[in-house]
């Protein structure tokens, strides 16, 4: 059973930094790609970031470049959205996911077969 677990999500003001975790476990392979979703109140599930597990390339919205970054610590099968500079837009549910089977583009939600629960992230101005 694949699970993935998310943690890290807060209310900051507006400037300030967080830093997300998602813990992965379950896998019969490893994922292809993960990636960082969120969704706000009234809006649909948009790609934050995505990373290429095997070639560690990395993909960001443009509202997030410059601000967020991707990574991962295979050694604890952890993914992490560091963010910084935080505005009040980027408050949302944010979610982890991970997709097995080989594609050559990950982007949309479609893409991922795995998510965790999310976790809210609330940035006051």
């Known amino acids: 059973q694949v699970q993935l677990v998310e943690s890290g999500g807060a209310s900051v003001q507006s400037g300030g930094s967080l830093n997300l975790s998602c813990v992965a476990s379950?896998?019969?392979?490893?994922?292809?790609?993960m990636g960082w979703f969120r969704q706000g109140p009234g809006k649909e599930r948009e790609a934050v970031a995505v990373?290429?597990?095997?070639?560690?390339?990395?993909n960001y919205a443009g509202s997030v470049k410059g601000r967020f970054t991707i990574s991962q610590d295979n050694a604890k099968n952890t993914l992490y959205l560091q963010m910084n500079s935080l505005k009040p837009e980027d408050t949302a549910m944010y979610y982890c996911a991970a997709g097995v089977r080989p594609r050559v583009d990950w982007w949309r939600p479609t893409d991922f077969a795995y998510w965790g629960q999310g976790t809210q992230v609330t940035v006051s101005s």
């Open positions: 990373l290429y597990t095997d070639s560690g390339k990395t």
């Open positions: 379950g896998y019969w392979t490893f994922p292809k790609c």
